[in-house]
């Protein structure tokens, strides 16, 4: 590994707080690869809500406002994170990550070597891949991609064939398997109809495609300056961000005043009105809360209607497989909203922030 240099460049989160936590070092020490790990030379990585959460320590249970990219007062030392616990700092975030295999440590695939690959996001404890809680998060629990050099174990590689530029495939690994996800712990099949607030985002535009991958009807929802651009996603129909009268809209969108699925990222007070128009035997599934974690649920509506809820974070293995699958067949396109040099992750973060964007937001390493 004589060619590759002792220090690069990073963007290194020093504690919960406002962007100033986020430090822009030219020498930060090059990871080496360790037994079954490889070196990635990352050429792009994408930004996602888990780093502006986890920066500002939304996800601690001491934090009841939605998500504004400041930080709080009051964060909760034990419970900043996703999983409940104590994030270690330093810390490089990114888990988006697209690149190149430069080097291989002992016993991993050397034949990797020289591949351009994507990088699973969800790491798992090789003795028990399926326990949920010994799953670590890239950028979160373990160093990511906000740097030019990632060292990570070689089961996360996916080698791709593709097309598509590397600030693109950086646009897919959390907002996609995310969206795959919830779509699979709701059985989405041909014949729903997925109601999708917050369209415009990563994950909604995700599940715009991958719904309508399955043969769903899919009805976007999204604010009045982003409608033409989500549109040219191929939803069913697209409606207001937030309609005063929720049931008039889909009736004239589809002809019905309910739908068989809610996908979503948003909560907030808007919550009540889309379980509202579930039908009987529907399903919400979410991965996200920026309008607001805490929302009022009349349990009869729940249960009379014989509703059915799902959380959607830890992702199964294999999802990420079939990702990789869809990419290369071109059965997805990506979704990139605007791309930031390294050194401008601050930019880059705030305008994720501001939301004016359709799709993801990246960095590149130049």
Excluded at 205 to 223: D, K, P, V, Y
Excluded at 276 to 299: E, F, K, N, Q
Aim: charged letters at 20%; a negative charge.
């Amino acid at each position: 590994m004589s060619h590759i240099p002792n220090h690069m460049r990073a963007v290194v989160l020093t504690g919960h707080g406002d962007m100033d936590k986020l430090e822009y070092w030219t020498d930060w020490p090059v990871p080496r690869p360790g037994p079954g790990e490889v070196l990635i030379k990352v050429h792009a990585c994408g930004l996602n809500n888990t780093d502006v959460n986890t920066r500002t320590g939304w996800y601690s249970k001491a934090v009841t406002e939605a998500t504004s990219g400041g930080g709080y007062d009051d964060v909760g030392e034990e419970d900043p994170s996703w999983g409940g616990s104590a994030i270690v700092f330093p810390r490089i975030q990114g888990a988006d990550v697209a690149g190149t295999v430069v080097a291989v440590g002992e016993s991993a695939d050397q034949s990797l070597t020289g591949k351009r690959v994507m990088v699973e996001t969800w790491i798992r404890d090789p003795d028990d891949p399926l326990d949920m809680n010994k799953c670590r998060y890239l950028g979160s629990e373990m160093d990511g991609g906000f740097a030019e050099y990632l060292a990570i174990v070689e089961r996360a590689v996916f080698p791709i064939e593709s097309e598509l530029s590397d600030a693109e495939l950086a646009t897919f690994a959390t907002s996609w398997v995310t969206a795959e996800n919830m779509l699979n712990r709701a059985q989405v099949t041909k014949g729903d109809t997925v109601l999708i607030p917050g369209a415009s985002g990563g994950v909604g535009s995700a599940l715009i495609q991958l719904a309508n991958r399955r043969g769903a009807t899919t009805i976007a929802m999204a604010g009045s300056g982003k409608q033409d651009a989500v549109a040219a996603l191929g939803p069913h129909a697209v409606l207001d961000r937030a309609p005063a009268d929720l049931i008039s809209e889909l009736k004239r969108a589809i002809g019905s005043d309910n739908v068989t699925v809610v996908a979503d990222v948003v909560g907030g007070d808007y919550f009540t009105t889309l379980i509202d128009v579930l039908a009987r035997g529907g399903r919400y599934t979410c991965s996200g809360a920026i309008a607001g974690p805490i929302v009022d649920l009349d349990l009869r509506t729940l249960y009379l209607n014989d509703l059915t809820f799902t959380g959607a974070t830890v992702v199964p293995p294999g999802t990420f497989g079939d990702l990789v699958g869809y990419i290369e067949r071109d059965e997805v396109r990506p979704v990139l909203a605007q791309a930031f040099p390294l050194e401008k992750l601050h930019d880059a973060q705030q305008a994720f922030i501001d939301k004016k964007h359709v799709g993801n937001i990246v960095v590149t390493m130049g």
